[in-house]
């Protein structure tokens, strides 16, 4: 009974070789994990390595694979934050930022509508008031040439801003159409910071994605605390540049129009009152290091793009002998006075910091700032050990399934029990094979799944079973019932479990965070159990029968 092609007997045992030694980096999970961090850090120091480094490195053969199955939060311990983020706080820099705009256009019809004065209001809505009523139209004109169409699919059609009148008021606001486009950017741009802030300390694999309109989901294993990872994600880091009017301990003082008095960071008591519109923001910076300034003290270096870099340097060359600030969140970290032109577009921020907190704050300029605020509404920190006991308890459960199942197999089909159960050991090497090569993250609703699979993996072998049972009742040759056993339950079988891969897809396409874990290792499981118990156990009996001959079988 050789009906299997040579060709595809070499294909079978070379997948199974294949997948047998992408799964063996997991079996020696500590080391490898360290000679892949050695390697990506002397890969990112430019090949130089200390003695620590490339002790590690060399703890695992660079011939070998090294990939690893990610390990999820439950299982390796983390952060777990839910965060809502204040999309309400874009509109109203948005239309904030638009006054100068409105009464630049408003001066150019004065003689009809009058003087113009902007009037107190709610966030996210400007009023400005005209001195003649009458010329409301022209007004209204004026104003409304400066909308601009919506740049969404929803909002194809529409206007960014609705001008209306009230009385001796115009009243503009952000239309609706407008609000769910900024609404849609506000939350990438600040899934894409986060990502990058995470990605900047080195975690691995976290999980960061969107919640309803506007939440965030941010899982990362491996990080000590919530309080660490919301002190990493949840500064806003918006840094501004400002021109210096004065300085006063006054917290009451009066900034006077278009000014902020902002307290200062390092000198508890003293404010600065500077100019409102900032010289050069943050937005500008192409790169942050942490430093040492000229008394050796811990400092962040920046460098603006070339936009910045002109803009900065004119205002030096301008405006040497006066103080300059530098703003973070609202607050001066200094204010120190230009001693000359700085052409190059480049600086040094100075202030009472220690080493980690500078480096803290280059990490956080280098990513960017938060276009709004976010609050906490969840968060939680899972301690390793708590993984370590899933891990455990999950490994004594796959343990117990594999070997009742085994038991079973053996009871129930004899030597061709032990065909099925060394068939889905390589199915197992498969499932961690296959997770390592794509990936993928393993879940405590992951090893569910595995747990699940080992259970679904002999049903196969348990159709081809009795079909040959059937046969050999029927007075077939061995040779000959098994290849109709096999013939007659491939279609039962794909049948049975391509229903079961629909649903494993459908889970990971719509499902979130656990669900999906459950979804790949069920998913993958179901396509390697079908290809060891269809091909690999063929092939290990053709095997079998070809060495031994066996003049009777007994299934």
């Keep these: ?171 503009v606001q952000l239309s609706e159409s407008e609000r769910a486009a900024t609404d849609s950017r506000t939350i990438q741009q600040s899934l894409e910071i986060i990502r990058r802030r995470v990605d900047e300390v080195g975690t691995r694999e976290p999980t960061i994605q969107r919640q309803g309109n506007d939440r965030i989901l941010i899982q990362v294993p491996g990080i000590g605390s919530a309080a660490e990872l919301k002190a990493l994600i949840g500064t806003t880091a918006k840094l501004t540049f400002h021109p210096v009017v004065g300085r006063t301990s006054d917290a009451g003082a009066t900034a006077g129009a278009r000014n902020l008095l902002l307290p200062s960071m390092d000198e508890p008591g003293t404010y600065y009152i500077v100019e409102a519109t900032p010289v050069v923001t943050g937005e500008e910076l192409v790169d942050a290091q942490p430093a040492f300034d000229q008394n050796n003290r811990p400092a962040v270096s920046f460098r603006f793009n070339p936009t910045g870099a002109r803009t900065f340097g004119d205002y030096t060359a301008n405006n040497i002998g006066s103080p300059f600030a530098i703003v973070l969140d609202d607050e001066v970290i200094s204010a120190p006075v230009i001693q000359s032109h700085i052409p190059g577009g480049s600086g040094i921020i100075t202030g009472s910091f220690s080493v980690e907190e500078s480096t803290k704050l280059a990490v956080l300029l280098r990513a960017g700032a938060l276009p709004a605020e976010m609050t906490f509404l969840e968060e939680r920190t899972v301690g390793p050990e708590l993984g370590q006991d899933s891990i455990d308890a999950g490994r004594i459960a796959a343990l117990i399934a594999i070997a009742m199942v085994a038991v079973f197999m053996v009871v129930s089909y004899g030597m061709f029990g032990l065909f099925a159960n060394l068939a889905l050991a390589i199915n197992m090497a498969l499932i961690f094979g296959a997770l390592s090569i794509v990936g993928g993250t393993l879940t405590l609703p992951g090893i569910g799944g595995i747990v699940l699979t080992i259970g679904m993996a002999v049903d196969a072998n348990v159709l081809v079973f009795e079909r040959i049972r059937e046969e050999l009742r029927n007075q077939k040759n061995p040779a000959r019932a098994i290849q109709i056993g096999y013939e007659r339950a491939l279609s039962s079988i794909i049948d049975a479990n391509i229903t079961t891969l629909i649903a494993a897809i459908v889970l990971f396409t719509v499902g979130v965070g656990p669900v999906r874990g459950f979804a790949i290792t069920l998913g993958i499981g179901i396509v390697t159990s079908v290809f060891t118990a269809v091909y690999v156990t063929r092939a290990i009996i053709e095997m079998w029968f070809a060495i031994r001959r066996p003049a009777t079988v007994v299934v």
Excluded at 32 to 50: K, L
Excluded at 69 to 87: K, P
Aim: proline share 6%; charged share 20%; aromatic share 6%.
């Design 1 to 171: 009974m050789t009906n299997t092609p040579l060709w595809k007997r070499l294909l079978i045992l070379g997948v199974c070789a294949f997948g047998i030694l992408y799964a063996m980096p997991n079996g020696f999970y500590g080391r490898v994990e360290g000679h892949n961090d050695a390697v990506a850090a002397i890969e990112s120091a430019g090949g130089v390595a200390t003695p620590e480094q490339a002790a590690a490195a060399a703890r695992w053969p660079d011939f070998l694979p090294s990939g690893l199955v990610n390990l999820g939060l439950d299982l390796r311990g983390g952060a777990h934050l839910l965060a809502e983020v204040q999309v309400a706080d874009v509109y109203a820099s948005r239309i904030d930022a638009m006054w100068p705009e409105v009464r630049d256009a408003l001066r150019d019809v004065r003689d009809t509508v009058g003087n113009v004065r902007r009037q107190p209001s709610v966030p996210g809505v400007l009023r400005v008031a005209i001195s003649n009523p009458a010329g409301m139209d022209a007004a209204l004109t004026a104003v409304r040439a400066l909308a601009q169409p919506v740049v969404s699919l929803t909002g194809i059609g529409s206007n960014d801003i609705e001008v209306t009148a009230e009385g001796s008021d115009i009243v």
